[in-house]
Every structure is written in structure tokens, then in C-alpha cells.
């Protein structure tokens, strides 16, 4: 489909022919289109006899459509699985009328010659009724209750179109996805002329009543906050490090008492923690718990949660199992740890006005490592969630006294157009001070990160907040917890899927001119040694602003060709296809067919990034100096920035396992 997710057709007949609706169907895409459509030859015998009578042909398809989702919501199929709209169909398919074969399968050529023209008609008349709807919502806006609005364009960004929804329901609750919420983000500014940031929508504890109360108190009081058009320009295709001054979010009086205020504590009493719910974030706060139980001090954590319990609750859970060993030693040690309910992307990182007072009362360092992580979402929409989250941590840094920062960046943030890295003394307002917004991957995720480096980097010329700058490439598994491994992240997904296929390339990359394997080195770092690695380091840096290029730069010529030879002598069946096209070919045709679960959790949707072989320089010689020299001074770990190891990649598969995906 035209967002990049793969559907294997042929499945998802077989789960839809099971609606006691459905006598045959057949589901049709377009590489242009976001959602599917099908051709269904309705069982109407089912509705016979019934007190409302037989339907007609638009309430039948309402009832076929609301059968379809049904199925859906029970195999646990994703948005974009489910027909959006259906043709309903009278006649049979059949060998007689050439759509069936002679042992009775669909004859997909057939249909498409038969159907495809009127389909498509109603992919044209989706976008024109889609269209006209949010023209009408525009024009009743003032004459019907907000979240009624809400809950109309809700149904229509998701795709679901005539299903009950609930005010108390999130946007997930619909069928919708990061790409539809944007939709509905995008939907909701044109109709209300008020922006609907996109946190708002997919964040863990958003709810549509959420949204219609942003929509109704912004409209009431239109909001002063910085916005990607306040701060660059509107349909800028370009953002430079010269939009980002201070001035563009901090009003003149924070500005002018800056100047004045008390430096920076040396000694840490407080540390804040940001997205300690991510997978990197909780093991820093671990890091920081065991620390603080060692030598004194405090943790405060701010987290979503309707309430400080809640909130408690989600940074908790999100170490698994309380049972475990982890969860055990996790509920020791946070008898030590504060837990507000707030929201980093909010104005005083949504505290109330006491809880506001006493964090920049007390707080010596901020770790912040909370972000929007969508690599697919594009710079505009992640503004407020990652740029003005950071901003409000310069606030925080800049109010009652200077504070300590520690900010996770990413190495996509120093990254140059032409694919090199900017080493760690840069400045990257002049070596990367300008940055294309474009529909690369990851583009939209990368430039926030970027933004936020420049805005600490301008608090401290300014005002000498002390910054230290982390910037990690992949982050690898937990090399001791069970479990413990970011599921949803490339290498995982590209791992796992070498595994359930059982099908690699010869390579990975191209080869050296003689035919022979390239050296290559891939760059990931554990999230144990990530994470103890941030801590130690922000820590020591008590003054100055410093960067640390947080990988794995090691001449080690260990890649991604290497990962696979180690599966192979631990016994995981593999077979290499020397051809890459050929076992690129084989090996989508084979994830296409792999059980729901698994597929989703495949590299299916990353497919594009597997065109051709990947160049073997790329992963070397990336600069990290300054952060292999602060990993030998302080002694973390064993002093030396680690090499990807055989037991690594052997406990990737037993999590992998252990979770039903291999």
C-alpha cells in the first residue's frame, strides 16, 4: 500500500470468508492507496426471516462492512488489513463466468479486469466523499458540539465509517494507526483552525474526549505556543538552525532573569528522568535507581497517567513481568522513586503549579530521553511532541537556577547529506546548520532531534547550562534480562525474519572487486551499555557542553553477514541465496505468509531498505573518540566500548522465542 505495509491478500480472504455474511469475496489494493476495498457475494440467507426484513443494497453493505470488521477485531488484524468499502456483488464467481478456476481459486486477472474499473471508482468517490464530509463538519462547526465533530472525522480518518465510537475510546480504539492519526490530525486543523498536535492523539492515555477538549479550550483561547509555523514558516520544505533561537519560544522575562541566575550544582542531590516508559529510558532510570541506592539522592520520573498512579503504574509495567527477576529488583529499588503525572511536550511539562515549583526547586540533572519515536510521521507533525518537549526542558534549565542536561539525541541527527557523520566537537549549527524536509525515512524523526541539539546548544552559549549530548545509533538488546529487546526496531525485525524464514543473502552488502565477501561492521550497542554509558557520563559532566557519538565504532569487521554465520553454527537452519534479488524475492514472498503475529513483527514493512546490497563502508569509521575516551576514564562496564558478540545474537533468538515470534 502507498504508506509502505504489505497485505498478503490471499490470507485475509480466507479470515473474511468465515463472516456468515460472506459467500465469496475478493480484496483488492493499490500501491497508490492507503486502505483496501472488496468485491463481496453477500450470503443474504443469514438475514432472512429477521424482523427488520431483507436490507437494501446500502444497508446490506453496512452490515457486510460491519461483519468484516468483526472478523478483523478477532484475528487481530491491523488498520490498513480491513476494506475500507465493499461492491456488493449478486452474481457468483464461477468457473462458468471465468472467475473461478477449475479447482476452484480465485482468478485474481479476471476479477481485476472485471472489477478493477469500478473499484477504482470508488477509491475517487472515497476521496470526494471524504472531501465533501470535512467541508461539512467545517461549515457545522459552530452549530454542534465538538466532540460530536470529533467523533465523526474520528471515524473517517480511521476508516470506519458507520462503527459506534466512544467518547472515552483513544483513536487506536477506531483501527487507527500513526498514519491515520495524522490524517486526523490534518483533518480536525481544517475543519477548527486550531492545531491538534499529534501526541494528542496516539499517546498512551489520549482518548477522543481528550482531543474535543484540546479543540474546545484552544478555540476559547487560541494558544500562544510555539508551532512549527511560528517558528520556521508554513510549508517550509527547509529548516535551519537560525529559526531555532530562544526568542522563538521563551517570552522576554524568563530571557532577561536567565542572565542572572545561580550556576549549575556540581553535586547531584535530584535527577529528573523524561520517557523513562521507552526501551532506552527505563534502563537509564534503572541505571540512575541503582546509582541513587549506592550513594544517596533522589529520582523523579514525569510520566503520562491520569493521575500520579497511574502514571507510577506505566513506567513500572513497562519492565514486564513483575515477577521476574528484572520486575523484582525494579520494585526494590523504586521505593526511592517520585513519579509525577505530567506531559514533557506541555508548558511546565503539564505540572501543576506546586509540583512545577518544588522540580525546579530541587532538580540538579535532567535526563532527557523522552521523544514521539515514528520514523514514518514527518517533521511538522513531530514538532510539538519532540521539539517543544525539549524546549520545555531549556525551561526547566533555565528557571530558579541553572540545571545539568543530558539529552538523547540520535546519530541520524549528525548525520550530512551525504550520509557522513558530524564528529563530536562539531558545532552542528554551522556543519549541519540547514536540513531538507523530505519523505526519507526517518527524515521527520531525525530533524527533531537535530532541533533540540541546536536549542541546548544555544542555552548554553547563552546562558551556560551545562549539556552533555548523547548520540546512540541502534540500540541492541539487554545482554542479561530475559526478554528484554525492542521488538519493533529494524535489527530486531531484520533478525527475527532471517530466523522464521530461514532464507539470508550471501551477503548483505556489495562485494570487493575479486567476488569476495566486504568487510563490513555494524554499529548497535546493548541498551545495558548504552544506558550505563549515559548515566556515568552525564554524571561526571558538570560543566561545558559535550557530545558523544554513542556507538559502536570498533575496527571489528563484525556485520550484519557475520550475525547470520553465528545462527548458523549455533544450529538455526538457514539457507543463503546468493543471488540478492533472488533471496529478496524469496525471502518477502515467504514473510508474506508467515502467522499474523509474526508478520507483523517482521521486516516486511522495512522491505524497501533491502532493494540491493548496502554499501560496506557505511557502519565504518563512524567518530566516537571522545565517547571511547569517556568509556575508558570512567571504567563502564569493562572500560572499552563493546563488540557485538555470538551471545548477544544467541539471546536475541531465546527472547525471540520466548515471545513467540521464532
Same mark, same amino acid.
Given at each position: 500500500l502507498s504508506q509502505g505495509d504489505f497485505v498478503a491478500v490471499a490470507r485475509l480472504e480466507a479470515i473474511f470468508a468465515t463472516s456468515p455474511l460472506v459467500h465469496q469475496i475478493f480484496v483488492y489494493g493499490s500501491g497508490e492507496?492507503?486502505?483496501? $476495498? /472488496? &468485491?463481496? &457475494? /453477500?450470503?443474504?440467507?443469514?438475514?432472512?426471516g429477521t424482523s427488520a426484513g431483507a436490507p437494501d443494497e446500502a444497508g446490506l453493505r453496512a452490515a457486510v462492512l460491519a461483519s468484516l470488521r468483526e472478523c478483523a477485531e478477532r484475528e487481530g488484524l491491523r488498520s490498513w488489513e480491513t476494506p475500507r468499502d465493499v461492491l456488493i456483488e449478486g452474481e457468483p464467481f464461477s468457473t462458468a463466468n471465468g472467475l473461478l478456476s477449475g479447482i476452484g481459486k480465485l482468478r485474481r486477472p479476471a476479477l481485476t479486469a472485471r472489477y478493477g474499473p469500478r473499484l477504482e471508482e470508488l477509491y475517487a468517490d472515497g476521496a470526494t466523499r471524504r472531501a465533501e464530509l470535512a467541508g461539512r463538519l467545517r461549515d457545522e462547526r459552530d452549530r454542534r458540539p465538538v466532540l460530536e465533530i470529533v467523533l465523526e472525522a474520528a471515524r473517517l480518518a480511521a476508516g470506519s465509517e458507520g462503527a459506534p465510537a466512544e467518547a472515552t475510546w483513544s483513536f487506536a480504539d477506531l483501527g487507527g494507526d500513526s498514519l *491515520? /492519526?495524522?490524517?486526523?490530525?490534518? $483533518?480536525?486543523?481544517s475543519v477548527f483552525d486550531v492545531e491538534v498536535p499529534i501526541r494528542l492523539i496516539i499517546g498512551p492515555t489520549a482518548t477522543l474526549a481528550d482531543v474535543a477538549g484540546h479543540l474546545a479550550a484552544t478555540r476559547a483561547e487560541p494558544s500562544r505556543r510555539p508551532s512549527f509555523e511560528s517558528v520556521h514558516s508554513p510549508g517550509a520544505d527547509r529548516v535551519s538552525a537560525k529559526d531555532l533561537q530562544l526568542e522563538a519560544f521563551f517570552d522576554d522575562a524568563l530571557l532577561a532573569a536567565a542572565a542572572d541566575l545561580a550556576p549549575a550544582r556540581t553535586d547531584i542531590g535530584t535527577v529528573l528522568v523524561t520517557g523513562a516508559t521507552g526501551y532506552l529510558g527505563r534502563f537509564v532510570l534503572l541505571d540512575l535507581l541503582e546509582r541513587a541506592a549506592a550513594t544517596g539522592g533522589r529520582v523523579v520520573c514525569v510520566a503520562r497517567g491520569t493521575d500520579a498512579a497511574d502514571a507510577r503504574r506505566r513506567v513500572l509495567d513497562s519492565f514486564g513481568d513483575p515477577a521476574a527477576e528484572l520486575g523484582q529488583r525494579v520494585a526494590e529499588l523504586a521505593t526511592g522513586l517520585d513519579v509525577l503525572a505530567g506531559d514533557v511536550a506541555s508548558s511546565r511539562l503539564g $505540572? !501543576?503549579?506546586a509540583q512545577w515549583q518544588r522540580v525546579c526547586d530541587d532538580v540538579d540533572l535532567v535526563v532527557h530521553s523522552a521523544a514521539l519515536v515514528n520514523h514514518v510521521l514527518p517533521y511538522p507533525q513531530l514538532f510539538d511532541s519532540n521539539v517543544l518537549g525539549t524546549a520545555e526542558i531549556v525551561r526547566l534549565a533555565l528557571t530558579g537556577r541553572r540545571k545539568r542536561v543530558a539529552?538523547? *539525541? *540520535?546519530? !541520524?541527527a549528525a548525520m550530512r547529506a551525504d550520509g557522513t557523520i558530524v564528529d563530536e566537537h562539531a558545532d552542528v549549527r554551522i556543519d549541519t546548520g540547514e536540513r531538507v524536509l523530505n519523505e526519507d525515512y526517518a527524515n521527520g524523526y531525525a530533524t527533531t532531534k537535530w532541533a533540540g541539539e541546536v536549542l541546548l546548544r544555544e542555552a548554553h552559549d547563552r546562558f551556560g547550562v551545562p549539556v552533555t549530548v548523547f548520540r546512540p545509533d541502534m540500540i541492541l538488546a539487554h545482554t542479561r534480562w530475559a526478554g528484554q529487546l525492542n521488538v519493533a526496531d529494524r535489527f530486531t525485525r531484520l533478525l527475527l525474519s532471517v530466523? /522464521?524464514?530461514?532464507?539470508a543473502p550471501g551477503s548483505f552488502y556489495r562485494g570487493s572487486p575479486d567476488g569476495a565477501r566486504a568487510r563490513a561492521h555494524y554499529s548497535g550497542l546493548p541498551v545495558d551499555f548504552t544506558a550505563a554509558a549515559i548515566v556515568a557520563l552525564a &554524571?561526571?559532566?558538570a560543566t561545558g557542553y559535550r557530545v558523544y557519538n554513542t556507538l559502536n565504532a570498533n575496527d571489528d569487521g563484525l556485520s550484519l553477514d557475520d550475525f547470520v554465520d553465528w545462527l548458523i553454527d549455533a544450529g538455526v537452519e538457514i539457507t543463503r541465496i546468493e543471488d540478492f534479488g533472488q533471496w529478496r524475492d524469496r525471502f518477502e514472498t515467504v514473510l508474506r505468509s508467515l502467522s499474523p503475529n509474526r508478520r507483523a513483527a517482521s521486516v516486511l514493512p522495512l522491505m524497501h531498505a533491502y532493494a540491493e546490497p548496502a554499501d560496506p563502508r557505511v557502519g565504518r569509521a563512524l567518530p566516537n573518540e571522545c565517547f571511547a575516551a569517556g568509556v575508558r576514564r570512567l571504567g563502564v562496564a569493562t572500560g572499552t566500548v563493546p563488540s557485538i558478540s555470538p551471545a548477544l545474537i544467541g539471546k536475541y533468538v531465546r527472547d525471540l522465542a520466548s515471545l513467540d515470534l521464532v
Amino acid at each position: 500500500l502507498s504508506q509502505g505495509d504489505f497485505v498478503a491478500v490471499a490470507r485475509l480472504e480466507a479470515i473474511f470468508a468465515t463472516s456468515p455474511l460472506v459467500h465469496q469475496i475478493f480484496v483488492y489494493g493499490s500501491g497508490e492507496q492507503s486502505y483496501l $476495498l /472488496a &468485491v463481496v &457475494v /453477500a450470503d443474504t440467507t443469514v438475514l432472512d426471516g429477521t424482523s427488520a426484513g431483507a436490507p437494501d443494497e446500502a444497508g446490506l453493505r453496512a452490515a457486510v462492512l460491519a461483519s468484516l470488521r468483526e472478523c478483523a477485531e478477532r484475528e487481530g488484524l491491523r488498520s490498513w488489513e480491513t476494506p475500507r468499502d465493499v461492491l456488493i456483488e449478486g452474481e457468483p464467481f464461477s468457473t462458468a463466468n471465468g472467475l473461478l478456476s477449475g479447482i476452484g481459486k480465485l482468478r485474481r486477472p479476471a476479477l481485476t479486469a472485471r472489477y478493477g474499473p469500478r473499484l477504482e471508482e470508488l477509491y475517487a468517490d472515497g476521496a470526494t466523499r471524504r472531501a465533501e464530509l470535512a467541508g461539512r463538519l467545517r461549515d457545522e462547526r459552530d452549530r454542534r458540539p465538538v466532540l460530536e465533530i470529533v467523533l465523526e472525522a474520528a471515524r473517517l480518518a480511521a476508516g470506519s465509517e458507520g462503527a459506534p465510537a466512544e467518547a472515552t475510546w483513544s483513536f487506536a480504539d477506531l483501527g487507527g494507526d500513526s498514519l *491515520s /492519526a495524522h490524517t486526523f490530525s490534518m $483533518l480536525l486543523t481544517s475543519v477548527f483552525d486550531v492545531e491538534v498536535p499529534i501526541r494528542l492523539i496516539i499517546g498512551p492515555t489520549a482518548t477522543l474526549a481528550d482531543v474535543a477538549g484540546h479543540l474546545a479550550a484552544t478555540r476559547a483561547e487560541p494558544s500562544r505556543r510555539p508551532s512549527f509555523e511560528s517558528v520556521h514558516s508554513p510549508g517550509a520544505d527547509r529548516v535551519s538552525a537560525k529559526d531555532l533561537q530562544l526568542e522563538a519560544f521563551f517570552d522576554d522575562a524568563l530571557l532577561a532573569a536567565a542572565a542572572d541566575l545561580a550556576p549549575a550544582r556540581t553535586d547531584i542531590g535530584t535527577v529528573l528522568v523524561t520517557g523513562a516508559t521507552g526501551y532506552l529510558g527505563r534502563f537509564v532510570l534503572l541505571d540512575l535507581l541503582e546509582r541513587a541506592a549506592a550513594t544517596g539522592g533522589r529520582v523523579v520520573c514525569v510520566a503520562r497517567g491520569t493521575d500520579a498512579a497511574d502514571a507510577r503504574r506505566r513506567v513500572l509495567d513497562s519492565f514486564g513481568d513483575p515477577a521476574a527477576e528484572l520486575g523484582q529488583r525494579v520494585a526494590e529499588l523504586a521505593t526511592g522513586l517520585d513519579v509525577l503525572a505530567g506531559d514533557v511536550a506541555s508548558s511546565r511539562l503539564g $505540572l !501543576a503549579d506546586a509540583q512545577w515549583q518544588r522540580v525546579c526547586d530541587d532538580v540538579d540533572l535532567v535526563v532527557h530521553s523522552a521523544a514521539l519515536v515514528n520514523h514514518v510521521l514527518p517533521y511538522p507533525q513531530l514538532f510539538d511532541s519532540n521539539v517543544l518537549g525539549t524546549a520545555e526542558i531549556v525551561r526547566l534549565a533555565l528557571t530558579g537556577r541553572r540545571k545539568r542536561v543530558a539529552y538523547v *539525541s *540520535s546519530v !541520524a541527527a549528525a548525520m550530512r547529506a551525504d550520509g557522513t557523520i558530524v564528529d563530536e566537537h562539531a558545532d552542528v549549527r554551522i556543519d549541519t546548520g540547514e536540513r531538507v524536509l523530505n519523505e526519507d525515512y526517518a527524515n521527520g524523526y531525525a530533524t527533531t532531534k537535530w532541533a533540540g541539539e541546536v536549542l541546548l546548544r544555544e542555552a548554553h552559549d547563552r546562558f551556560g547550562v551545562p549539556v552533555t549530548v548523547f548520540r546512540p545509533d541502534m540500540i541492541l538488546a539487554h545482554t542479561r534480562w530475559a526478554g528484554q529487546l525492542n521488538v519493533a526496531d529494524r535489527f530486531t525485525r531484520l533478525l527475527l525474519s532471517v530466523v /522464521a524464514t530461514g532464507l539470508a543473502p550471501g551477503s548483505f552488502y556489495r562485494g570487493s572487486p575479486d567476488g569476495a565477501r566486504a568487510r563490513a561492521h555494524y554499529s548497535g550497542l546493548p541498551v545495558d551499555f548504552t544506558a550505563a554509558a549515559i548515566v556515568a557520563l552525564a &554524571v561526571e559532566s558538570a560543566t561545558g557542553y559535550r557530545v558523544y557519538n554513542t556507538l559502536n565504532a570498533n575496527d571489528d569487521g563484525l556485520s550484519l553477514d557475520d550475525f547470520v554465520d553465528w545462527l548458523i553454527d549455533a544450529g538455526v537452519e538457514i539457507t543463503r541465496i546468493e543471488d540478492f534479488g533472488q533471496w529478496r524475492d524469496r525471502f518477502e514472498t515467504v514473510l508474506r505468509s508467515l502467522s499474523p503475529n509474526r508478520r507483523a513483527a517482521s521486516v516486511l514493512p522495512l522491505m524497501h531498505a533491502y532493494a540491493e546490497p548496502a554499501d560496506p563502508r557505511v557502519g565504518r569509521a563512524l567518530p566516537n573518540e571522545c565517547f571511547a575516551a569517556g568509556v575508558r576514564r570512567l571504567g563502564v562496564a569493562t572500560g572499552t566500548v563493546p563488540s557485538i558478540s555470538p551471545a548477544l545474537i544467541g539471546k536475541y533468538v531465546r527472547d525471540l522465542a520466548s515471545l513467540d515470534l521464532v
